[in-house]
C-alpha cells in the first residue's frame, strides 16, 4: 500500500503545459472541419449528414462554411477527393448569444463546477471524467468539481436534455448561487446532436436554463473542455460556433 | 450448425407449430399465445438456451412480438414469433426467463403490450411522474418529434417500500450526484447500516432512439448506432452494419474484417481500463486511478491517431471500413500496444499487492452463479460469477469464427472477480490484436452494401456484453424496426440483488465493481 506514492512518481509528469505552453500531442485532439473556398461547395455541403456544412458565395468567391454547433465528428468530411482541411486545435468554447461577461477575478483561480448528465452517451462523459486525471490535471489551474450546487459557480450540461431530467437541471440551476454561469458541452446540449428534439429530448440546454458558453464537440476532448471553463472565467480566447471561408 | 435432432423431434411433436427455417443458423417458430409458456420453458430447460432479446412489432392491426433465444452449444438462433392482436394479454415468460422481466416491463411502457402473471409493470422507462397515463410513444399513432401535450400529475413519485422495521428510511442517490456520474436514482432502504433492499430507478437518460430512428435513414440510423452508448461505439456499429449487411447478403473484404477485430478489441481494452480506473477511484486509491487513466487517455491518442476519432465515431460503413490502416499506422500500433499492455499489467501487480484495496472489493458485491444465471446476466458480469458465455465463441461473427478467443472465468462473482476478469480481457484482446497484425490480408476495405428491404439480427460481444440488433428497413432504406438488445439492459436488472446486505459506504464501490453503462441501458 504504502508503495503507490512511489509507483506514482515513477511515471514522471504527465501533466500538459497547456494553457501556458503549447500542446501539439497527437491524439489529443480529433481535430475538426476548416471552412474552405472551393468550387465544390454544394457537393461537400450535401455530403454532410447534419447540415453543418454550408455552401456560401461571399464576394464572388465560393466556399464552405462550417457550423460547429451541429457537427457530430461524423469524419464524412475528412476524407476522399473533396476532403475539407481538418485542424488539429481544441480551442473550441464558444460563447452563446446569449452570453454574459465572463466571471470576475475572483473567480480565476477557484472555480467550482457542477456536472449534471442530461443523456450524454459515455464517450462525452468519459472525456469529462479525464479532466481531472494527470494528463490534464485541472486542480493545477484552481477549478475544481463539486457534487452539489451550493457550491458550484458554473453548471456543466452534456447530453441532449432528456426530459425526465429536465427538473433536476432547472432546480441545480436555481440552486446555485449568484454570480453563476452556464456551458452546454456537446454537439447533444447545444441542439440535441444526432438525437435532436423529440418527445424524449428537448434538443438543447438554452430551452431549460441560460447558457453563456457553447463547447461543439461529439465528443470534445479533455483540453476543449478545460478551454470552454477557462473561457468563463477570461482566461484564455473564446472561439467563435461558425468558421467563415 | 443445424439445429439439434432431439429439438427437431420435439418441435415436430407439437401440433400447429409453424416452423420456418430462416436460414441454416435460425429456425423461426410461429406459435399461440397459449403454446409460449411451454416452448420457452422446454428451450431453457432442456435445451440450456440464452434468453437474447424480446422486440416488439406492431403492423396494421396486431402487435408481434419476437422472443429471441440462442443455443449455445450449437449455435443456433430460435425466434418465437407470436402474434397479439389489439388489445389481447400474453402470457408473461419472465417466470421461466427471468431475463425477460424487464423487457415485458419496456414493452408494457411503449407499447402498451400487458403480459398476464407480470407482478410489476409501470413506473420504469417512462416515470409515472413525467409521462402521461395511456400514451405508448413506440406505437405508430404517436408522433415521435414532439413533446406530448399532456403531462404526468406531477405528483412525488414514490417506490413501493419493502422495509417495514421501526427507524427504516429510504436514503436516495441521484439522479444528480456525486463528480462525474451518469443520471439514475438509487433508492437504499436500510435500517441504519446495512442496505436491506435497492430500489434502482433508470431512464433518466431516455432519449427514445428505438422510436427516433424510425422513418430516419439507414444511414442516420448508423450516427444514432455510434452515439447512443459512445463508450461502445465500435460495438454498436458494427452490430448495426452487420444487420445492413446480412439484409445485402455483403461479403467483407477479408481485410476489413479483421481491422474490425482489431477496433473492436482495442475499445474492449479502453472500456476496461476506464472501468478499473473507476473501481481504484471509488475506493479512494488515487494513485492507481490516475495511472488507470493515464491508459485510458493513451488509448484514446492512439485510436485518434489510428482513425481519426478518440472513441471510433465514423470508422465503420455497411460493407466494411472507411478508411484503411496503412503500414505506418499498423506498425505504430505494434510498437504502442505491448508497453500499454505491460502498464495494465503492472498496475493489476501493484492492486493484488494492496491488501487495504482487495479488502474492500472482496466478497463485495456478490453475484452467484446461480443468480448470474436466472438473470441471464452478460459479458465479464456473467464471467466473473461462473458463466462461460461469449458470443465471439458461441455464436461467432466475423473472423471471430477462427479465433475463437480465450473466454477467462472466475468464480466467486464479487468485486475482486470482476476487477480480474477486466484485466484478463484486456490482456486477451491486446494478444488477439497483436496476432492477428502479421496476417493482416492485403486488399480494399470496403465492398459495395446495397440498400434492400428487409431485416435482420445481428450480434456483437460489445465489451459489456452481448448485444442484439434487430433492424427491417424499406427498399428505400427507411428504417421501420430498430432494436437496441443492450448489455446494460441486462446487466442492471440483475444489479440490485448485488447489493442486498452490504454496507451504506460500500454502495459507489460495489456500483464501480459493475462498470455498468447508463447510457446503453436507457438508450
Ligand atoms: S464531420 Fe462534421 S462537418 Fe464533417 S460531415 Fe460530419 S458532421 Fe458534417
Ligand atoms: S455530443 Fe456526441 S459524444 Fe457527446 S453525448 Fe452527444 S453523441 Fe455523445
Not at chain 2, 298 to 305: G, N, P
Not at chain 2, 451 to 469: D, K, M, N, R, Y
Request: with cysteine; charged share 20%.
Amino acid at each position: 500500500m504504502s508503495f503507490w506514492p512511489y509507483y506514482g512518481l515513477q511515471r514522471g509528469i504527465t501533466t500538459t503545459a497547456w494553457p501556458d505552453g503549447a500542446e501539439d500531442s497527437a491524439g489529443i485532439t480529433p481535430g475538426r472541419p476548416c471552412a474552405l473556398q472551393t468550387g465544390h461547395a454544394e457537393e461537400i455541403a450535401a455530403a454532410c449528414p447534419t447540415q453543418a456544412l454550408k455552401a456560401v458565395s461571399q464576394a464572388g468567391r465560393d466556399g464552405v462554411a462550417v457550423d460547429f454547433s451541429h457537427c457530430i465528428h461524423c469524419q464524412r468530411c475528412r476524407h476522399g477527393d473533396n476532403a475539407l482541411p481538418w485542424s488539429t486545435d481544441f480551442s473550441w468554447g464558444a460563447p452563446s448569444a446569449a452570453a454574459r461577461p465572463a466571471l470576475e477575478s475572483r473567480f480565476t483561480r477557484s472555480l467550482q463546477v457542477l456536472y449534471v448528465d442530461a443523456g450524454a452517451c459515455g464517450a462525452c462523459v468519459n472525456e469529462v471524467r479525464l479532466i481531472d486525471a494527470p494528463p490534464y490535471n485541472l486542480h493545477r489551474l484552481g477549478i475544481f468539481v463539486t457534487a452539489t450546487p451550493r457550491d458550484a459557480d458554473v453548471l456543466l450540461v452534456a447530453g441532449p436534455i432528456t426530459d425526465a431530467m429536465r427538473t433536476a437541471i432547472s432546480k441545480a440551476y436555481a440552486a446555485m448561487p449568484e454570480p453563476k454561469r452556464v456551458m452546454g458541452m456537446g454537439t447533444c446540449a447545444i441542439h440535441g446532436g444526432v438525437f435532436g428534439e423529440s418527445f424524449a429530448c428537448a434538443g438543447g440546454l438554452e430551452k431549460i436554463v441560460p447558457v453563456d458558453l457553447w463547447l461543439p464537440g461529439c465528443p470534445p476532448p479533455p483540453l476543449a473542455i478545460i478551454h470552454g471553463l477557462l473561457s468563463l472565467v477570461g482566461r484564455v480566447t473564446p472561439a467563435a460556433l461558425e468558421e467563415q471561408p | 450448425m443445424s439445429i439439434p435432432k432431439t429439438l427437431q423431434e420435439w418441435l415436430q411433436s407439437i401440433p400447429n407449430l409453424q416452423m420456418q427455417k430462416r436460414s441454416e443458423q435460425w429456425l423461426q417458430l410461429l406459435c399461440s399465445a397459449e403454446q409460449l409458456p411451454a416452448l420457452t420453458r422446454h428451450l431453457m430447460e432442456e435445451e440450456e438456451a440464452e434468453f437474447a432479446t424480446l422486440l416488439v412489432e406492431e403492423s396494421a392491426d396486431a402487435l408481434s412480438v419476437h422472443y429471441l433465444f440462442y443455443l449455445p452449444a450449437t449455435g443456433n438462433l430460435i425466434e418465437l414469433k407470436v402474434e397479439a392482436p389489439a388489445g389481447t394479454e400474453l402470457p408473461a415468460i419472465s417466470d421461466t426467463v427471468h431475463a425477460a422481466d424487464w423487457h415485458e416491463r419496456e414493452a408494457w411502457d411503449l407499447y402498451g403490450l400487458r403480459f398476464s402473471g407480470h407482478p410489476f409493470l409501470g413506473d420504469f422507462v417512462l416515470h409515472d411522474d413525467d409521462w402521461p397515463e395511456g400514451l405508448d410513444p413506440m406505437r405508430r399513432s404517436f408522433d415521435g418529434k414532439h413533446r406530448p401535450d399532456l403531462h404526468g400529475s406531477g405528483a412525488d413519485w414514490a417506490p413501493p417500500r419493502l422495509l417495514q422495521e421501526e427507524g427504516a428510511m429510504v436514503f436516495p442517490v441521484g439522479p444528480v450526484w456525486g463528480d462525474f456520474n451518469e443520471s439514475g436514482l438509487w433508492l437504499l432502504e436500510t435500517p441504519g447500516e446495512q442496505i436491506r433492499y435497492l430500489h434502482t430507478r433508470l431512464f433518466y437518460k431516455y432519449r427514445g432512439v428505438e422510436k427516433i430512428a424510425e422513418g430516419r435513414t439507414v444511414d442516420q440510423g448508423l450516427l444514432l448506432a455510434e452515439r447512443f452508448a459512445g463508450a461502445a461505439a465500435f460495438a454498436h456499429a458494427w452490430a448495426y452494419c452487420q444487420a445492413l449487411e446480412q439484409i445485402a447478403a455483403c461479403q467483407i473484404p477479408t481485410r476489413a474484417q479483421q481491422l474490425r477485430i482489431v477496433f473492436a478489441e482495442l475499445e474492449r481494452i479502453r472500456h476496461h481500463a476506464a472501468n478499473i480506473a473507476e473501481i481504484a477511484g471509488s475506493t479512494a486509491l488515487s494513485v492507481a486511478k490516475a495511472l488507470a487513466q493515464g491508459i485510458v487517455e493513451d488509448l484514446l491518442r492512439l485510436s485518434a491517431r489510428l482513425c481519426g476519432h478518440r472513441y471510433f465515431f465514423g470508422v465503420l460503413t455497411p460493407g466494411g471500413l472507411r478508411e484503411d490502416l496503412d503500414e505506418g499506422k499498423i506498425k505504430l500500433l505494434r510498437q504502442t500496444l505491448p508497453e500499454l499492455d505491460q502498464r495494465m499489467q503492472q498496475l493489476e501487480k501493484h492492486l493484488e499487492g494492496s491488501s487495504s484495496f482487495l479488502d474492500r472489493i472482496e466478497e463485495m458485491g456478490t453475484l452467484s452463479n446461480e443468480l448470474a444465471r436466472i438473470y441471464g446476466v452478460v459479458g465479464p458480469i456473467a464471467r466473473a460469477s461462473g458463466r462461460s458465455i461469449d458470443l465471439r465463441r458461441h455464436l461467432p461473427y466475423g473472423q471471430y469464427v477462427f479465433l475463437s478467443p480465450d473466454v477467462p472465468v472466475e468464480q466467486e462473482g464479487d468485486g475482486y472477480a470482476r476487477l480480474r476478469i477486466f484485466f484478463a480481457e484486456s490482456r486477451i484482446s491486446v494478444k488477439i490484436i497483436l496476432d492477428l497484425l502479421p496476417f493482416m490480408a492485403e486488399g480494399p476495405v470496403q465492398s459495395p452494401c446495397p440498400i434492400q428491404e428487409g431485416h435482420a439480427l445481428s450480434w456483437v460481444e460489445a465489451p459489456s456484453g452481448a448485444t442484439f440488433h434487430w433492424l427491417r428497413c424499406t427498399g428505400d432504406g427507411t428504417i421501420t424496426r430498430l432494436r437496441l438488445g443492450t448489455p446494460g439492459f441486462r446487466n442492471w436488472h440483475a444489479f440490485e440483488r448485488a447489493i442486498e446486505g452490504a454496507a451504506f459506504q460500500d454502495f459507489p464501490i460495489i456500483l464501480a465493481t459493475w462498470g455498468l453503462s447508463i447510457a446503453e441501458n436507457d438508450r
